[in-house]
């Protein structure tokens, strides 16, 4: 064969023939294929397994949902409970936290439980005296932002904002609650630190939730609304009163400090910190059904003296009542 011949003259040192050279061709064309389709398979998993982990749930990743409310769009307001008749004043009750933020506390007790429990004893208690409307923030396990909390009372044009919370402390003993106004800065160094750890709520992992708008500056602005800020005292001092011997307070005078929750224009809005949940013998009385009474009991005497003041209404009820709030709330109303 004269090509083979040819080759061998022209061949290397293994001495080449057609035969060979067509193997050894197809055999590179082959790994060339194999290759190309290794690369593509590979590909092709890559992007498979991808999708795959980056799917909500699947996988060793995970997708964290957090329901937001739509920006811009208007807050579903809460159902009002009470008389139907609209110039009866309205207190909307704020449980603090909710949804993903827990709040406070360690172990089975969470804040967000108690705060929802505390506001479902109070609204109880006032719908139960009669005379009085009562809104909800959250009536579930949900999570609404700082600012909403504030927007819901000031659009239903709540006469009384009460802001519920529970604390923690790395100090056991710390114990007691507290009632809290706005102010921009903090009465105290402990003031100070509860407000930013309640304003740490609209945050996941450090990162803001909301805007520029909630900063403390902002909140200076809407301290120009002297009258609800006086109200919002006068209110605080009502609770201080009418607790003594019935609840433990820390502190036995009002403190104040740049909340974001109490930011409203309009609405006399306090923080009631209901007592420490680090707090052993705070944490008890938070969670049975006498320390929850207590709290509603007092709050609802305060509310009642506030706006047999402020609107001149008849503190009794519109309906008859088994606990006869009028009595009380006349009485205390008369020994400030
Ligand atoms: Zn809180």
Redesign the pocket.
Known sequence: MPGCSHWRLRGGRAGPNHGAFMRAASSRLLLLLALITGAAVLFVLLIAADRYFAAPGAGRAYVLRIELPRAGGRLGLPPVEGPLDASRPLVVIDA??GGHDP??GAGQLK?KAVTLALAEALRDRLLAGGGVRVALTRATDRFLLLPERAAIARQLKADLFISI??DSSTNPQAWGATLYTLSDRGSSEEATRIAAA?NR?DTINGVALTGQSDSVSAILVDLSQRESAAQAEEFARLVLREGGGRIDFRERSIQSAAFIVLKSADVPSVLFEAGYLSNAGDAARLASPEGRAAFAEVTDRAIRVHFARRLAIPAAATRPSAVAPAPVATGAATGD
């Open positions: 603090g936290h709040g406070a804040e919370h529970a309640e709520a």
